[in-house]
């Protein structure tokens, strides 16, 4: 099913300069799923007869795949709308502008026509329907699908990935936990998942294709569940590992109430299982996780991370947290600072709360004033980059074997690479070292986000 999985990287796709070239920009926003997404609308999108650009000005279709998740990235996308406007006027009257994914799942037909400008509005369950609507646009109709499915995985649809050594592979799709603060279950629908066949035929594929690591992905990844063949996600995981040995296996999200032994067992038992989880706690208080509908507390948490620790020593650890959740008093947000010392998280994405319409939490009152709010956050982040920074001053001397990315983001004189605990190395760069090779490299030095390394040869 899957023969050419890796198709060309979409700048080295021409765009024909006639007036009737159809090319598409996309721009994607909010989280792994929806970079994951995107490139699924690609491929529906040259199926169709589209061509993909990775410059805005030579396109005529523009496609933001947005995201709900909190009030700011929302704002974001109002932002940039009041931006296409005018390139609208200036420079192409006849671009036709789209909204994609949560935001146009929850905000619907209110999009339309919002700042003169988008005519489709697309929910993350109907993008097979894009080319049509998208082509009705060019006629000058307006059009929106937003209908949740209980069934859509796109499992048939080979993304258009951009070329890399990385590559996303969603396993299922939606959420079923209706967390008290979060909008997803409400943009994304019920949880389903893709059969698990189709998922390891396709990483099989990657790895053929030159890909070297591949992140499962879901937003509840450790709740998928083959219904016919009654395969769970440590199964799903083993079978990966084992179908491809030599290429590294990530995974992200999980929640803590599915983190379950026999998991925790797959990274024990497969090399190639990164040592790194991603585990997010939202809060270190029972009371608090208990108002957002967790279902777990602060003991069986840790409970869970003592059992992962036990089992694979040599873990890398982060977190999500949320600071100033309805009724959170100082009590609770001391809990969750005195939660991250014991666990010392390598990592940590830290967030203000943000009501979201919809939401259980709606109901809740916001007591935490605004300013509390910023301090609380302002002394987690504190925290962690003291603990971060504490850990990595720890690895000076160790030797890690590295995946090579290329020229380091914020250097463009030295290379970075990745540990298998999803560190960011940063070594010098020699004629011997191409993009996606292993190489063993030594600490020398860190900060709290990056490792600075020698090769070893
Ligand atoms: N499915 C993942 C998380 C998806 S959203 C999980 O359950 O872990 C990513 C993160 O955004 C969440 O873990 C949470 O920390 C944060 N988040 C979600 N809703 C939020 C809100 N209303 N305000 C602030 N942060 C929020
Ligand atoms: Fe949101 Fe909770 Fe589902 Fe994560 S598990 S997507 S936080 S409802
Ligand atoms: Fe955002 Fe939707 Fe992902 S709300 S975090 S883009 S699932």
């Known amino acids: ?87 609208k006027r200036r420079k192409n009257k006849k671009l036709v502008v789209g909204i994609l994914g949560c935001m146009a799942e929850r905000l619907k037909g209110n999009l339309i026509g919002e700042r003169d400008l988008v005519s489709i509005v697309v929910g993350p369950d109907e993008y097979r329907n894009i080319p049509a609507l998208v082509n009705e646009a060019f006629a000058g109709e307006q059009g929106i699908a937003v209908k949740l499915s209980k069934v859509e995985t796109y499992e048939d649809i080979v993304p258009l990935r951009t070329q890399g050594i990385s ?130 507390d602060r003991e069986k948490y840790l409970r869970r991370i003592e059992a992962i620790r036990k089992q694979v020593p040599d873990v890398a650890l982060s977190t999500d947290i949320i600071s100033g959740f309805c009724y959170e008093t100082e009590e609770d947000h001391r809990e969750t600072l005195s939660l991250m010392a014991e666990v010392r998280y390598d990592g940590a994405y830290m967030f203000k709360y943000s009501e979201r319409d919809n939401t259980l939490a709606v109901k809740y009152e916001d007591t935490v004033s605004e300013e509390d709010k910023t301090r609380r956050l302002q002394e987690i982040i504190d925290q962690q980059h003291k603990i971060s920074a504490e850990i990595n001053f720890t690895e000076h001397g160790r030797v890690h074997e590295v995946l090579v990315e290329g020229v380091s983001k914020k250097n463009e004189n030295e290379w970075q690479g990745r540990t298998d605990t999803n560190k960011v190395a940063i070594f010098t760069h020699t004629d011997d070292i191409k993009v996606g090779d292993l190489i063993n490299v030594k600490v020398t030095g860190s900060t709290s986000a990056t490792l600075f390394t020698d090769v070893i040869r």
């Open 1 to 87: 099913m899957y023969i050419d999985l890796i198709a060309p990287k979409t700048s080295n796709t021409s765009v024909p300069k006639s007036k009737d070239a159809k090319a598409v920009y996309i721009e994607t926003y909010g989280c792994q799923m929806n970079v994951a997404d995107s490139e699924i609308v690609a491929s529906i999108m040259s199926s169709a007869g589209f061509f993909m650009t990775e410059n805005i000005d030579e396109s005529n279709v523009i496609l933001l795949n947005t995201c709900s998740v909190r009030d700011n990235a929302e704002k974001k996308i109002f932002n940039r709308l009041k931006q296409l406007r005018g390139l």
């Open 167 to 296: 590559a996303w592979l969603s396993i299922m799709r939606g959420c079923n936990n209706f967390c008290a603060f979060c909008v997803v279950p409400y943009t994304r629908g019920r949880e389903r998942s893709r059969t698990l066949n189709s998922v390891v035929d396709e990483v099989k594929h990657l790895y053929d294709s030159g890909i070297k690591e591949v992140t499962l992905l879901g937003q509840n990844v450790n709740s998928y569940f083959d219904k016919e063949y009654k395969h769970d996600f440590p199964k799903l995981l083993a079978e990966c590992a084992k179908a491809v040995p030599n290429m590294r296996i990530r995974y992200t999200t999980s929640h803590p109430h599915d983190m379950s032994d026999g998991l925790i067992e797959a990274h024990a038992t497969y090399k190639n299982i990164c040592d790194y989880i991603h585990l997010p706690v939202q809060s270190g208080s029972s009371d608090v996780l208990k108002k957002m509908r967790r279902d777990y």
